[in-house]
């Protein structure tokens, strides 16, 4: 199988919260779409300084890493984030990568959106047992 992209929609979530207290317009809330890499092999959500720059986004911690190469650097993770695929949707954190390194859509935005790889098609999908909305196990 090969690499799968897909169109993501990334929102400040700070300014998602002014807005329901009627703090912001709605017109004001940053956001952007962005073409990422859909990577299950990453557990979280990674973009680069240059999305951070622009939907400016605090940062809420620093955390370590393990690259594929297996070194272990120590990032910025910001947030909250909301991000939107489809009739999908999910708040997060995420790791960022220095300078325009790729966005990475980690495992735990695809679980919470209940989205999944077509392998065929080589395309990320609403998983088709819940077209909807999001369901995942509790248990």
Do not use: W
């Not at 991000?83 to 954190?93: A, D, E, L």
């Amino acid at each position: 199988m090969g690499l799968i992209y897909a169109e993501i929609t990334l929102i400040n979530g700070d300014d998602l919260a002014m807005v329901r207290r009627h703090l912001l317009d709605k017109d004001d809330v940053k956001q952007m779409n962005v073409e990422m890499l859909v990577d299950t092999g990453s557990v979280y959500m990674c973009i680069n300084e240059n999305i951070q720059e622009q939907l400016q986004l605090p940062t809420v911690e620093k955390r370590k890493g393990q690259l594929a190469d297996g070194s272990i650097v120590e990032y910025d993770v910001v947030g909250p984030i909301e991000v939107k695929f489809k009739n999908r949707r999910c708040t997060t954190s995420a790791m960022v990568l220095p300078g325009d390194n790729e966005p990475l859509l980690g495992a735990i935005p695809l679980e919470d959106m209940d989205v999944v790889i077509h392998p065929q098609r080589q395309e990320l999908i609403v998983n088709p047992d819940h077209p909807y909305f999001a369901q995942m196990k509790l248990k």
